[in-house]
């Protein structure tokens, strides 16, 4: 079987730094994917790691480790745009397995 | 690019009625997928078609659910007959082969609800 965890919910302040934990059970794994969802809206892509080690984008930051089976999304300098869910989903060959999500609520 | 096009954005149907998603993928992206959304359930892969093919339908919930991809440009989800709980928000996504290949784009949803 297969399975993610991440935390359900996380709340930070603007300005700080928040780091978001995914840990996953797979077979045929390829590489760890983020994506973050508005309220009301389509989820986007934010990050694909295949490969131990951290991947830099603006703000936002991914790292993975497969001996661990593990990875987390960080996001720094947080502004109150940030606030949404953020899943992240394993990629078996073509397809994409999400997790549960875990809802970020930045205050002022 | 327009982007990933769904139709219609809301649907409200009658349980026994049947129900057409309607998905126009990016131009030029080989793989469409249909995914479903629920506060129960999260974000669950229904199917996935590459080059109009479809390739794994293990996520399709029972035989009332099925999905075409007659060209390129087009697919459906009908559900036949509708339950109340197939109420969700249905996305297309499409990606690509190349360099951005992990890279799935979402359309904007389908919202259904059935009474």
């Known amino acids: 079987g297969q399975s993610l965890e991440q935390p359900s919910e996380v709340t930070a302040v603007e300005g700080a730094i928040v780091q978001i934990n995914c840990t996953y059970q797979t077979s045929g794994f390829y590489g760890l994917s983020w994506y973050q969802q508005h309220d009301g809206g389509a989820p986007t892509f934010l990050s694909y790691?295949?490969?131990?080690g951290l991947e830099e984008t603006g703000r936002f930051s991914s790292f993975l480790s497969r001996s661990d089976s593990y990875g987390y999304l960080l996001l720094q300098e947080l502004q109150m745009k940030d606030s949404a869910s953020y899943f992240c989903a394993v990629r078996r060959a073509d397809k994409l397995i999400f997790g549960t999500g875990t809802r970020l609520q930045v205050f002022p | 690019d327009a982007g990933v096009i769904q139709s219609p954005r809301h649907e409200v149907t009658e349980m026994g009625q049947e129900v057409t998603l309607r998905c126009k993928p990016i131009?030029?992206?080989?793989?469409l997928f249909w995914y479903r959304q629920t506060m129960m359930r999260g974000l669950e892969l229904l199917i996935y078609?590459?080059?109009?093919?479809?390739?794994?339908d293990s996520g399709m919930p029972e035989d009332r659910f099925s999905a075409k991809m007659p060209n390129a440009s087009f697919s459906t989800l009908k559900i036949q007959p509708s339950e109340p709980r197939d109420s969700a928000v249905y996305f297309c996504?499409?990606?690509?082969?190349?360099?951005?290949?992990?890279?799935?784009?979402f359309g904007p949803g389908t919202r259904l609800t059935v009474l």
């Open positions: 131009s030029g992206h080989d793989y």
């Open positions: 078609f590459n080059n109009n093919v479809p390739i794994d």
């Open positions: 996504a499409s990606s690509s082969t190349g360099p951005r290949t992990n890279e799935q784009f």
């Open positions: 790691n295949a490969l131990d």
